[in-house]
Nanobody, 123 residues
């Protein structure tokens, strides 16, 4: 089972971009799905997540108010609307699906990961 993330690209500061994620096979996450990112030379970090049971969303402080996560539980698809992009948002973005309930930001709850899509914010 794999996740496919797509929608990355090169954009200017202040622009918007939408990332999407979908499973290549069967749907499989009934717990939660999230986006993480890894900037060059840095550790992978939590960006935003959604818990399917109640639709609760969570965001990293650095993106709250600019990014919006949404998705379809039945299809295990996930989107990330990114507005007002900044150079510091440059990273490879990964979608991930959880296999149990837990804090959305903890990577150990996510055994399923996409291959990543690169977002570059530069003028």
């Amino acid at each position: 089972v794999q996740l496919q993330a797509y929608g990355g690209g090169l954009v200017q500061p202040g622009a918007s971009l939408t990332l999407s994620c979908a499973p290549s096979g069967r749907t499989f996450s009934r717990y939660a799905m999230s986006w993480f990112r890894q900037a060059p030379g840095k550790e992978r970090e939590f960006v935003a997540g959604i818990r399917w049971s109640d639709g609760m969303t969570s965001y990293a402080d650095s993106v709250r108010g600019r990014f919006t996560i949404s998705g379809d539980k039945a299809k295990s698809t996930l989107d990330l609307q990114m507005n007002s992009l900044k150079p510091e948002d440059t990273a490879v973005y990964y979608c991930a699906a959880a296999a149990a309930y837990g804090p959305l930001y903890l990577q150990r709850y996510y055994p399923y990961w996409g291959q990543g899509t690169l977002v570059t914010v530069s003028s």
